[in-house]
């Protein structure tokens, strides 16, 4: 899939520079995204500090867990061809793998 090419006006670079937050909600409008959910995912992941990527196993399908300062984590389970979030659980967690993207091919 080819990706669009993307034109920056001089006026959405003064946005950008001078009101970054105002920027991404026009940019959301523009693209018919949900500005909130920048927003929220902005409260959320700039005050975490580690974010672990754990695959399931088997017998709970195929998903994998996103554990962010390894305090909480974030389910997200196989539905056809995407993921889609199962839920959260608190708890102590290990360090993940950060090399667990090597074996993917391209």
């Known amino acids: 899939m080819k990706e669009p090419e993307i034109h920056i006006s001089w006026w959405q670079k003064t ?11 026009k940019f959301a409008k523009i ?3 949900n500005p909130e959910l920048f ?6 992941f700039g005050k975490v500090k580690t974010i672990d ?20 984590s974030l389910w ?3 539905d056809g061809d ?3 979030y199962d839920g959260f659980e608190m708890g102590e967690y290990e360090k993940g793998d950060v090399a667990i993207f090597d ?3 391209s």
């Open 76 to 78: 997200f389970l196989q």
């Open 15 to 25: 946005l950008l520079k001078f009101w970054p937050k105002l920027a991404f909600r």
């Open 103 to 105: 074996q993917i091919k």
């Open 39 to 44: 927003e929220k995912a902005q409260q959320v």
């Open 31 to 33: 693209i018919n995204a």
């Open 53 to 72: 990527l754990i695959p399931l196993d088997s017998s709970n399908g195929r998903g994998f867990m996103l554990v962010l300062d390894r305090k909480t």
């Open 82 to 84: 995407h993921f889609v």
